[in-house]
C-alpha cells in the first residue's frame, strides 16, 4: 500500500464516521479523501471510480451545503424517509447510469471490470445523493455496494482499500440504525 493510499482510507474512513454521527466536518475530510481516492484509482486502471471520486468531490460541496443552508422556509436538513416511487425512480437512476457508463469504460477503456466498476459507480452517486439529502435509505444501498466492493478491491490487489470498504459496510449498518432512531423520525 502507498502512503497515498493509506491516507486516502484513513480521511475516508474518518468522512464515513462523521456522517454517521451527523457532524459537518463529515463533508470537508470526505472532500480530501475522495480526492486522494480518486488518485488510486487511476493507478488501478478503475476509471469509474476515479471518475466517481470526481462526482463526489462535487457532492461533498452540495452535502456540506445541504446540510447546513437554513433558507426562508425551513432549517438545515434533517433526517427523512424516501417513499416507494422516490426509491424506484433513484434506483432507476443508477441502473441507467450503470449501463450507459459500463458500455461507454468497456468500449473505450482499458478498465479493469469496466461493467462492475460501472455499476458500483451508478449506484453509489444515488446513495450519495440520498445521503447529502439525509435519506436513510441511503445506508442499506451504502452496505451493498460496500460488499460489493470489497470483493472488487480484493481481486484488485487493493488491500487497504478493500479494508476501507469493509469498514464502510460496519459504518452503514451503524448509520442505518442510528438514523432510523433519529428524533426527526421518531419525534422524540
Known amino acids: 500500500m502507498s ?10 474512513a474518518l468522512s464515513v464516521w462523521l456522517t454517521v ?7 470537508p475530510v470526505g472532500l480530501v479523501g475522495v480526492l ?9 486502471h478503475l476509471y469509474s471510480q476515479m471518475a466517481l471520486q470526481g462526482v463526489y468531490a462535487v457532492l461533498q460541496v452540495y ?4 446540510w447546513t443552508r ?3 422556509t425551513r432549517a438545515a436538513r434533517k433526517v427523512s424517509l424516501l417513499n416507494p416511487s422516490q426509491v424506484s425512480a433513484g434506483l432507476l437512476a443508477g441502473l441507467l447510469v450503470s449501463v450507459a457508463l459500463g458500455a461507454a469504460m468497456s468500449t473505450w477503456t482499458d478498465g479493469e471490470q469496466p461493467w462492475l466498476d460501472a455499476a458500483i459507480t451508478g449506484f453509489s452517486l444515488v446513495a450519495q445523493w440520498w445521503m447529502a439529502q439525509k ?3 441511503c445506508w442499506p444501498l451504502w452496505i451493498v455496494i460496500d460488499v460489493v466492493c470489497v470483493g472488487l478491491f480484493l481481486w484488485q490487489g487493493l488491500y487497504f482499500t478493500a479494508g ?9 449498518i451503524q448509520g442505518l440504525r442510528e ?6 423520525l421518531t419525534g422524540s
Open 135 to 137: 435519506r436513510v435509505q
Open 36 to 44: 486522494l481516492l480518486g488518485w488510486v484509482f487511476r493507478d488501478a
Open 70 to 72: 437554513p433558507d426562508d
Open 164 to 172: 476501507l470498504y469493509a469498514l464502510f459496510t460496519l459504518l452503514a
Open 21 to 27: 454521527k451527523q457532524k459537518i466536518w463529515c463533508w
Open 179 to 184: 438514523w432510523r432512531r433519529d428524533p426527526a
Open 3 to 12: 502512503g497515498l493510499e493509506w491516507l486516502a482510507v484513513l480521511l475516508s
Open 63 to 66: 452535502g456540506w451545503w445541504q
